[in-house]
């Protein structure tokens, strides 16, 4: 199985964002994204509108359905009430859940899904009753009670925080225990029933050994190595490297 790649365009938001024009235009680095071969697109809309706004999600909704209409949306957030209605307005794909406090610069850690299970419970209804794909963040560290309860609360898949894993870039040996930590965890998920996807923090360099440790894979979210390989590299090819990484033969 080889993961599939979508392309996180917060980061190139967030530079567009520096000044009050319309460039870099992010429905166009996602055309060049999707004309590249990615799978799809991630946006993590936040209250402040720090990078993707709101108005930013009907046009790349758009994008894919008149250009692109075998690639996926993938919106992720916390579960206001306001993003819940932002998704079940702008139809994604696929939802991903995660618990960020609106001040959090970047998300940095998964679910307690023993604690916010009623919640979830609650939220996964709403949005499976609309018919959406629902991932749900969630740490490395194997805990079959806890990804019980992410498939109990209506879950289809789980999305491995890789930041620790990520962070570890010039400690290889680490870098091998985090992932075998990380393959764990997918094992498990992957016997409860769960699909798997994976993100933060992964390059091209680092996603070999995770798609090692993690042969059921189904997706990685990259936006900010990605973003920083582009500079160098281009959109286009960078998107090519990244899904040579992940296994793909182009």
């Known amino acids: 199985m080889t993961a599939k790649l979508s392309v996180n365009l917060n980061a190139i938001a967030m530079l567009r964002n520096r000044r009050d024009l319309p460039w870099p235009s992010v429905t166009g ?16 809309p936040r209250p402040d509108q720090r990078h993707i706004r709101f108005g930013d999600v009907p046009a790349l909704r758009a994008l894919i359905d008149d ?7 993938n919106i992720e957030g916390y579960p206001t009430d306001d993003f819940l209605e932002l998704v079940e307005k702008h139809q994604p794909e696929q939802v991903t859940l995660v618990p960020d406090d609106p001040s959090q610069a970047t998300s940095d850690h998964g679910w307690d899904f023993r604690a916010n299970r009623d919640r979830l419970t609650t939220v996964c209804r709403r949005l499976k009753d609309g018919g959406f794909r629902v991932s749900l963040f969630a740490d490395g560290v194997p805990d079959r009670q806890a990804l019980k309860i992410a498939r109990d609360v209506g879950a289809d898949r789980i ?6 894993y990520g962070g570890c870039f010039d400690d290889p040996a680490t870098a091998e225990k985090i992932a ?4 764990q965890t997918a094992a498990l998920a992957a016997e409860l029933g769960l699909g798997v996807n994976a993100g933060h923090d992964l390059t091209v360099d680092n996603l070999p050994l995770l798609a090692r440790h993690i042969p059921m894979l189904a997706e990685v979210s990259i936006g900010h190595g990605l973003t920083a390989d582009a500079l160098v590299y281009g959109m286009a090819e960078t998107v090519r490297r990244y899904r040579r990484a992940c296994g793909e033969a182009i």
Request: glycine share 18%; charged share 20%; no cysteine.
């Open 29 to 44: 680095v996602g055309r060049l994204a999707l004309e590249a071969g990615a799978h799809g697109l991630t946006v993590h």
């Open 67 to 73: 250009e692109f209409p075998k690639a996926e949306f």
């Open 159 to 164: 999305e491995l925080y890789t930041g620790p």
């Open 180 to 183: 075998g930590e990380l393959g």
